[in-house]
């Protein structure tokens, strides 16, 4: 139960910030959708990646995977945004969203 109360509401968390986060003209990517020329917008999200499945790295591909990293880039696609996901220390995550070097945190 406590498990799904947590899932539910980072999901419902995760939603909120992504639609009430904005970008900074020098953030904006200028790639193009698949739907034709209008650009994406670029989020970054910041997370601290040693939380395995949540978010941990691909030994493989060295990239930032799992679940959280997942749900924000299902989002961010369908909110015509590209999520970039930046490692960072637990500690300095909330530091990051106040200097604006991260638009949004996700960690469970």
Do not use: H, W
């Not at 970008?23 to 209008?38: H, I, M, R, W, Y």
């Not at 978010?55 to 924000?72: L, M, Q």
């Amino acid at each position: 139960m406590k498990k799904s109360f947590i899932l539910i509401l980072s999901l419902i968390m995760s939603m909120a910030i992504l639609s009430a986060c904005g970008t900074s003209g020098n953030q904006q990517n200028k790639s193009t959708t698949s739907q034709g020329n209008a650009p994406k917008k670029k989020l970054i999200m910041a997370t601290s990646a040693d939380y395995p499945p949540y978010e941990d790295f691909d030994t493989v591909s060295g990239k930032i995977i799992g679940f959280d990293v997942d749900i924000a880039k299902y989002i961010g696609s369908k909110l015509n945004f590209d999520v970039d996901v930046k490692d960072m220390d637990f500690n300095g995550l909330l530091p990051a969203l106040q200097s604006k070097r991260a638009d949004f945190v996700m960690q469970v």
